[in-house]
């Protein structure tokens, strides 16, 4: 869940000035600065699991992978944002002079909260989509055994597969790597999960 601070309107530069001395995390959407909530533990074993299984199974080939502390920029919506996972393709390109905001992932990982699914599924996937290297992306349920991954076929729509049960196999379309949902929800306990997370 997002919470927007003070109504005004920041800079970029504004918002990364602050963002370095903050004690949590935010996003920058054109302008506006708003708050992320923190995750479920259940969130945290979800994208947890894919980072964990990803370089194993893709190990010399050329991609790097990247959980939720580095910032991705779209330049042409203006959006800092923090997602879940993003795997990248040969070497990151980085906005600006450090090393904390990408801007070329190939596939991205988002897990979804109640609080959160509307936008991961609308506005966020079009800002994703303005990102040129930009091929796949997963939306991981926290709550059942459920994902859909949109790909971005070689005339350039977006087709959607959609995985509904634990014996499933995630086949990644941009990358050659497969993942079951069981190794996905490993230890997720959906009998814990609060339905307002």
């Known amino acids: 869940m997002s919470v927007q601070l003070e109504k005004r309107h920041y800079t970029p530069e504004e918002y990364l000035a602050l963002e370095e ?19 479920t533990t259940n969130h945290n074993k ?40 993003m795997v990248i393709q040969g070497e990151p ?9 990408l801007t070329n992932p190939l596939l991205i990982v988002e897990v979804l909260s109640n609080s959160t699914s509307s936008y991961d ?13 930009f091929r796949e992306y ?11 991954q949109f790909a971005k076929n070689s005339a350039g729509k977006w087709v959607l597969t959609e995985y509904e049960s634990a014996d499933a196999v995630l086949a990644l379309e941009s990358i050659d790597f497969q993942i079951s949902l069981t ?15």
């Open 138 to 148: 997963i939306m991981v349920d926290q709550y059942q055994f459920y994902i859909e």
């Open 21 to 39: 001395k903050a004690e949590f995390k935010s996003e920058y959407h054109d302008g506006e600065i708003v708050a992320i909530s923190g995750g």
């Open 93 to 101: 390109v980085y906005e600006g002079s450090g090393t904390t905001t």
């Open 121 to 133: 599924r609308g506005d966020k996937f079009q800002y994703y989509r303005s990102i040129p290297e």
């Open 183 to 197: 190794d996905i929800y490993e230890r997720v306990n959906f009998e814990k999960m609060e339905k307002n997370d």
């Open 46 to 85: 979800i994208a947890g699991n894919f980072c964990r299984k990803f370089p194993l199974i893709v190990k010399g080939q050329n991609y790097e992978i990247f959980i939720n502390d580095v910032r991705l920029w779209t330049a042409r919506y203006r959006r800092y944002v923090y997602p879940d996972v």
